[in-house]
């Protein structure tokens, strides 16, 4: 078994894939957004690890050579929006930084933010990220005036600077939350999303199944059936704020 690391944007990615498919492999693993090139892989079996289940034809059997695992469903962006809410009673503005090579999928999570909006009173602001020199910027710029917070769109670019974001994001003192539970163990807010090695566990079964003769067509698209809600209480303390008993409770993790 050999494995290639791809850690950029898609601009990037279909001459990698068509580097790999000369290869032959029997089957493909990719991250989110790292197998978008079909015409160069439509000749071996490729279980992908997804953003968003719709890629796939609103689950159910993937057809093609395509199968694997939702990372989120869309509506997550609504009750991201919803638990900082919750942990900052008077927020009033809500940066949400994503990078723009998301394209749709990002479009998508703050649609459903959108959705739910006008529950929360907070005003929403779309704010790009295309380089890391722009994340100290645009939370400079954010941080400043009435009650801020903010959201972080799940994307390569973002995961690979997680550390420079939750960083930012404290020193600037703006609530955030995060999508996965390695952000917060590393000083932010809060996250709430799958665990990362859950997909990668089921991923590996999917991979065996196909080894063995599976057919990925006929491998239903499945998305993560536990969520985790990560609670770092030193941070809050920092930043002022009283997590609600009513949150704590339904925190997997709580660190103090």
Not at 28 to 43: G, L
Not at 45 to 60: N, V
Not at 76 to 89: A, R, S
Request: glycine share 8%; proline share 6%; aromatic share 10%.
């Amino acid at each position: 078994m050999s494995h290639s690391a791809l850690l950029s944007g898609v601009k990037r990615t279909c001459p990698f894939a068509s580097h790999m498919s000369a290869f032959d492999p029997k089957r493909t693993w990719a991250n989110p957004f790292q197998a978008h090139d079909e015409d160069n892989t439509n000749h071996f079996p490729r279980c992908k690890r997804s953003c968003g289940a719709r890629i796939y034809f609103e689950f159910g059997a993937s057809g093609g050579n395509i199968t694997g695992l939702t990372s989120f469903e869309f509506e997550i962006g609504g009750k991201w929006l919803q638990l900082l809410k919750e942990i900052v009673p008077d927020l009033s503005r809500v940066s949400v930084i994503y990078n723009p090579e998301a394209g749709h999928y990002a479009i998508n999570l703050m649609q459903s933010m959108t959705a739910i909006r006008p529950s929360t009173g907070a005003d929403l602001i779309a704010t790009p990220i295309r380089n890391t020199g722009e994340i100290e910027l645009a939370v400079a710029n954010f941080a400043t005036g009435s009650r801020a917070g903010l959201i972080v769109i799940p994307y390569g670019f973002m995961i690979a600077n997680h550390s420079l974001i939750v960083s930012v994001a404290a020193r600037f003192r703006l609530p955030a939350i995060y999508p996965y539970g390695y952000f917060a163990a590393e000083g932010g807010l809060l996250s709430y999303g799958h665990p990362t090695v859950d997909v990668f566990r089921q991923g590996a079964v999917y991979v065996d199944k196909i080894l063995h003769g599976a057919k990925p067509a006929d491998l239903a698209v499945e998305s993560p059936t536990r969520y985790e809600l990560v609670i770092n209480q030193k941070t809050a303390k920092t930043l002022g704020l009283t997590v609600p008993q009513s949150l704590l409770s339904r925190a997997d993790e709580v660190i103090e």
